[in-house]
C-alpha cells in the first residue's frame, strides 16, 4: 500500500471517529441541562470543525465509510447502553489517547484541541463521580468483597473433601455472616460521618440574632474566623451578614461561610446498609450457584471458579472505567486477587483435608 493510500485510509478512521463522538456528545446533551449541557454541545461543535478539516483532505474520499476504531464504538455502545458516568470515563479515556500529535494530516491546533477536551471531559466526569451517592460506593465494594470472600470459604472448604452439602451450607452461612457484617459496618460508617458533619454545623437558631448586632462592633466576625477565614475577610463577611440581615424583617440564614455542610452526598445510613447487604449477597452467592444447582467436586469448583472470574473482571472493570482508567488492566488485576485468595485457602483445604483423612 502506497503512503498516499495509507494516508488516506488513517484519515478516514479519523472521520469516522470525530463523527461518532460528535453523536456521543450531543445525545449526551440532551440528558442534560444549564451549563453542562452547553459545555457538551460546544465539544460536539469542536469535533464538527474537526470533521470539516479531515472532509477537506479526504476530497473526493471522504464519502467513503470506514468503521470507527473499537474503543470508539465501544463509547457509543455505552452512551446507547448505560449512564452518563460511564460514558464520560470512556471518552476521557479516548481524548487522552488522541493521535493526531503524531498525526502528520492533522493541525497543531487541533491536537490542542484533543488536549483541552480530555480536561474539559475529566472536569464534567468528576463532577458525575461526585454526584453518586454513598450507596453505590457500597454497592461495588460489597459485590466485590462478597466474590472474593466467598469463593476463597467455599474452595477452601470444598478442597478438603467434605460433601457438597457442607460446602453448600457453609456457602451460604458466609454470604449472611459477611452480608450483615458490611451492612452494620457501612450503617455505622454513614452515621458516624453524619455525626460529625452535624457537630460542626451551626445551631439552628444561630442566625435569630443578627439584626440585634451592632455592625461596627459585633462578635460575629469571631465565627467567620474560626472557620478558617482571616480577620479582615471576616470583618467584610460580617458586616454583610448584619446588612442583609437587616434588610430582612424576619433573618433566617448566615452567609455559605458557615451554613450547613451538605450531607446528601453521604446517602443514608439505612440506604448504604441495603445496598451493602444486598450486593454483598449478590457477590456471595455466585460461588455457590453450581451447588445450589446439584453439582460436586472437582466440577462444581471449576465452575464456580470460572463464574466468579468472569464477574470479578466485570467488577475491576467497571471501577477501571469510573475511575477514568483502562478497564482491562483493572480486570485482570482484580482477577489476580480474587483467585490468589482463592488458592490460598484451596491450598489450606487440601492440607486440612489430608491431615484429617
Known sequence: MTTQAQDIRRWKKHLANERVEERVYRSLAQKRQGEEREILLELADAERRHQDHWIARLGEHANDTVRPSLNIQLLALMARMFGSIFVLA?????ETRSPYDSE?????????DERVHAEVIRGLAAKSRARMSGNFRAAIFGANDGLVSNVALVLGVGAAGVSPQIVLLTGISGLLAGALSMAAGEYISVSSQRELIEAGNPHPHAADDLTRLDINANELALVFRARGMDAQESELAARTAISKANDQRNPT???KTITEQDTEDLGTALGAATSSFVFFATGAIIPILPYVFGMEGIPA??????????ALMFTGGAVGVLSGKAPTPRAFRQLAIGYGAALITILLGMLFGTVTG
Open 90 to 94: 470512556l471518552a476521557q479515556q479516548a
Open 104 to 112: 502528520s494530516g492533522a493541525t497543531a491546533q487541533m491536537a490542542a
Open 253 to 255: 440564614f448566615l452567609p
Open 301 to 310: 469448583m471449576a465452575v464456580s471458579a470460572v463464574l466468579v472470574g468472569i
